[in-house]
């Protein structure tokens, strides 16, 4: 069964203070982490989502890089965002599509390695529609703004 999160989630996903910023805790301005130890922590509303921002902040003006981990079935429904946001597969196969049908069917198969810009105001859509759990990396511009195709007015 497939899970969608509302706009609301999402929202409040990308500007969640609850998080480590780990460039905050370097003294000397670099970051060097394991994959292993990065430091996910459950999304307050959706507690199987895996969160942690890695640099910067998406709220605040600046470059920003956080880490999902998505578990099997998780789905983001139709959205675009105020700024361009560069995605890197880390592990697992992350489903895209582009436009606004929200279909598992209509999406790509991407794997570890595999890379997506999603442009500025281009309606897509994402997540984990296999069996397994993803991990994916965004890089964008803070601060940034997710619009959601049925979002009320």
């Not at 910023?21 to 999304?43: C, K, M, N, R, W």
């Not at 890695?54 to 079935?73: A, C, K």
Request: proline share 8%; charged share 20%.
């Amino acid at each position: 069964m497939r899970l969608f999160i509302s706009f609301l989630v999402f929202s409040s996903l990308m500007t969640s203070s609850a998080t480590t910023t780990l460039a905050d805790d370097a003294a000397s301005g670099f970051v060097d982490i394991q994959a292993a130890d990065v430091p996910y922590e459950p999304h307050p509303e959706v507690q199987e989502l895996g969160y942690s921002v890695l640099s910067g902040d998406p709220s605040e003006t600046g470059v920003y890089v956080v880490r999902l981990q998505i578990p099997p079935g998780l789905t983001f429904p139709p959205h675009h965002h105020d700024q361009d946001r560069h995605i890197t597969v880390i592990s697992g196969v992350w489903s895209f599509g582009k436009g606004d049908s929200g279909r598992c069917d209509d999406t790509l198969s991407l794997t570890a390695g595999a890379y997506v810009l999603h442009p500025k105001g281009g309606v897509h859509f994402d997540g984990a529609c296999g069996d397994e759990p993803v991990e994916v990396q965004i890089i964008g511009q803070g601060p940034v703004k997710t619009t959601w195709i049925d979002e009320p007015e």
